[in-house]
């Protein structure tokens, strides 16, 4: 396959985030410890708010990362990841959707700022500092999400940054294949030896989950259509088909899968 061919199965994709944060350095709290005691090693830090949504922000920003991995592969720099043309939609709707989800709660928190700011001298003491609370507008630009779609360029050392970039893909997609059926291979034997107990917390629904969805992710991402990775993914179909409480109910399904995944292990060197 060659460099047009690739760089027209996807986009490039770049996530940037940002957040105010709320745990500062206390310089002179510091430079008094470090005095007191001799070091240097000393760090005070304060905690000027602990307002629930700025936790939230940050939960929401660990999904949206999460879920921009699972859907892309990587390239050879940092930051910059390969979205399939077939995940583009999907892509770009979550993305959305986890901005939306972040500019709401970033209005709640905004929302209290002005109290949260008048109220820090009574509630941080000796360790509350003016310059650590800048202006509504300053602390509001502090958030950041952004998602930005470019075309794979294919001129000039572009062409060898896609080839590269492809052979990374390729290494992640069957790593990320094989981490589940290893996963699910692991759980099955924990659960299967003599007086051991199957039940909702020692085999987990998201074992089952998690393999399902990688192996339904992975046509897409196989950018380079590799035969090894879609032999793997084939095979590794029959360990998906059972529901988990099914198999939690069955010992000897269990065993069965789990020789499965062994076997599947053992053919493609997992």
């Known amino acids: 396959m060659n460099t047009n061919q690739l760089a027209g199965k996807g986009m490039i994709a770049v996530i940037k985030m940002g957040r105010w944060g709320a745990t500062k350095r206390h310089k002179a709290?510091?430079?008094?410890?470090?005095?007191?005691?001799?070091?240097?090693?000393?760090?005070?830090?304060?905690?000027l708010t602990k307002h629930p949504a700025l936790k939230e922000i940050i939960s929401i920003q660990g999904y949206a990362r999460q879920t921009h991995y699972s859907l892309t592969l990587p390239s050879v720099d940092e930051g910059m990841r390969i979205v399939p043309a077939a995940r583009m939609h999907?892509?770009?709707?979550?993305?959305?959707?986890?901005?939306?989800?972040?500019?709401?709660?970033?209005?709640?928190?905004?929302?209290?700022?002005?109290?949260?700011?008048?109220?820090?001298?009574?509630?941080?003491?000796?360790?509350?500092?003016?310059?650590?609370?800048?202006?509504?507008?300053?602390?509001?630009?502090?958030?950041?999400?952004?998602?930005?779609?470019?075309?794979?360029?294919?001129?000039?050392?572009?062409?060898?940054?896609l080839l590269d970039s492809a052979k990374e893909g390729r290494e992640e997609l069957r790593e990320r294949v094989a981490i589940a059926v290893r996963h699910i291979a692991d759980r099955l034997a924990a659960v299967n030896v003599p007086g051991a107990v199957c039940d909702g917390r020692t085999f987990r629904d998201s074992v089952v989950g998690n393999l399902r969805e990688i192996l339904d992710l992975?046509?897409?991402?196989?950018?380079?259509d590799d035969k090894d990775i879609a032999d793997l993914v084939r095979e590794a179909r029959a360990l998906a088909q059972h529901d988990p409480e099914t198999l939690r109910n069955s010992q000897t399904l269990r065993q069965e899968v789990r020789?499965?995944?062994?076997?599947?292990?053992?053919?493609?060197?997992l």
């Open 218 to 224: 992975a046509p897409d991402l196989n950018f380079m």
């Open 259 to 269: 020789e499965k995944a062994d076997k599947v292990a053992g053919m493609f060197n």
């Open 90 to 161: 999907e892509h770009s709707a979550a993305m959305n959707q986890f901005a939306t989800q972040i500019r709401q709660v970033v209005d709640l928190f905004m929302r209290d700022y002005a109290y949260e700011r008048l109220t820090a001298p009574a509630r941080l003491g000796g360790l509350y500092d003016a310059r650590q609370w800048p202006d509504e507008d300053i602390v509001r630009e502090k958030f950041r999400f952004e998602t930005d779609y470019r075309p794979i360029p294919t001129q000039g050392q572009w062409q060898q940054w």
């Open 29 to 47: 709290a510091t430079d008094e410890v470090n005095q007191n005691n001799q070091t240097d090693a000393a760090k005070v830090s304060v905690t």
